[in-house]
């Protein structure tokens, strides 16, 4: 039975029904009673195991199929009315073809399966920061995912009432083919397809698709921000909590940055630092003028491989119940999990993750390298007490990061807001021997956006720095940081994790004009005393040198930002076109 009489919602799932054709329908309420009962089907069919209830309580382990196990950007598609609004760094369909395509592909896809309607929130449900969906799909699998990463429920519907202001979600799993497998986002109409796909990049609809691609969109319309930003806040002794938004490509610490442990010296003097969100910001202009963000989930997609007590203890901790593990090797001793670099014992009875029987002597890996946990925000030791807040956090900092080996100093500042989307427009990584043959090759990925900007990109900077003259002098202030500074060995030189937080200090300091700066060509690196090294075993000549500008490498750098930004065309800010200009000159 229907939980609404919203009738855009009603005549929409009406004409959805027609086409995929469901055995039945059933609606999430959000009931831990109608849950169980999901769980227990799901496994039921093989499409979970429950794993070990007294060392992972309520947590389940779930395979994808062998050729479904990572999200497909070249299978991703923005189909606005015209190329030119999806840009020259999306995938552009048109909206007739691509809705013809896509029904072609659907029709009578459920039949002998259930449609499940999931009504959901980005955001806290009825706070000013949420935003409504609905997604159909006839997968098990999404729907416990979904309930653990948005919020779901009766309430959903109740906060929408009768507006048609909601996002769009079809997902069918149909017969996992990836040569039919598309992710279509339909921006000017709220809509938002997945077909052949059953992999959680791909089918958790509120989360890339429609927390990014479809936001994004909407909040350049509305005039407000979404972006791909971890969000943690910095609580000093007196109490004080000053929070940062902080992108960085792929590869680069996000989540262990999100939920960074402070090192034994700050921990002393009593600092702590807490995690808002470890992968989307929704910012919009507060009462009070400042911007203040929200991470619109409600959980966390985390990658596995890496994950461990030294890397990232919090995430590990946010695992340990009402967890969902995907493609990651099961320990079939004691129904418990396991992957690379979670510890060195690996099980000597296991399945890996395709299932086969798997012993790690030889020399295959038992997870997938993205295999992934969808953990509940609220295990996570170090969550804020403001996960919840209807207000959101207010920014002080903006932080953007990449991997490089020699060129972006361990720290450095905009000199304003506009230089700061300068900072962030050529934020750049360069690849390692894991990701690709060639070693070395710099991959722009502006604000961490590449893949995520559902429009075109020129317009996503222009929007940034109409938010920046809004803001005015009350913006926060724009840095930029590189952990991954490496010695001619190769070896990176700054420790990073915990120990980040003493960049993260510097950088609040500033904010508050507690500490000074250098004035360079790209803008406001630290005095090296500035940064607290005590309890750390590093030597300050070599911070300095990790602070050092060289000029000659950011000579070398023009040509490739100005390659880069060739593809925009007259789309590309004048503000940008004159931050470009302002670095040559600065750079002689």
Known sequence: MALTTNKSVLSWIDEKVALVKPDQIVWIDGSEEQLEALRAEACSTGELIKLNEEKLPG??????????????????FICATTKEEAGPTNNWMDPAEAYKMLDDIARGSYQGRTMYVIPYSMGPVGSPFAKYGIELTDSIYVVLNMVIMTRVGKNVLEALGDSE?????????CDIDEEKRYICHFP???????????????????????????ASYLGRNEGWMAEHMLILGVESPDGDIKYIAAAFPSACGKTNLAMLIPPEYYKGK?????????????????????????????????????????????????????????????????????WEGLDKNPPKNAEEWKGSKWDYTDGTKGAHPNSRFTAPAKNCPCVSSEFDSHTGVPISAIVF???????????????????????????????????TGAVGVVRRDPMAMLPFCGYHMGDYWAHWIAMGAKLGDKAPKIFNVNWFRTDDEGHFIWPGFGDNLRVLKWILDRCEGKAEAIETAIGYVPNAEDIDLTGLDFDIETLKGILEVDNDLWKAEISGIEEFYAKFGDKLPAELVKELDTLKSNLG
């Open 270 to 338: 009593g600092y702590k630092v807490w995690c808002v969100g470890d992968d989307i910001a929704w910012m919009r202009i507060g009462e009070d003028g400042r911007l203040w963000a929200c991470n619109p989930e409600n959980g966390f997609f985390g990658v596995a491989p890496g994950t461990n007590m030294k890397s990232n203890p919090n995430a590990l901790i946010s695992t340990q119940k009402g967890t969902i593990f995907t493609n990651v090797a099961r320990n079939l001793d004691d129904n418990t999990v396991w």
């Open 188 to 214: 000017q109409d709220n809509t938002i397809y997945s077909v052949n796909s059953g992999y959680g990049g791909n089918v958790l609809l509120g989360k890339k698709c429609f927390a990014l691609r479809i």
């Open 165 to 173: 202001d909601w996002i769009r979600g079809l997902h069918c799993k």
């Open 401 to 435: 990061g990449g991997r490089r080996a020699k060129t972006a100093p361990l720290v450095y500042q905009s000199r304003d807001w506009n230089h700061g989307v300068f900072v962030g427009s050529i934020m750049a990584s360069e690849t390692t021997a894991a990701a």
């Open 59 to 76: 947590c389940y382990y779930h395979r994808t199929a062998v050729n479904d196990v990572a999200r497909v950007e070249g299978r991703t």
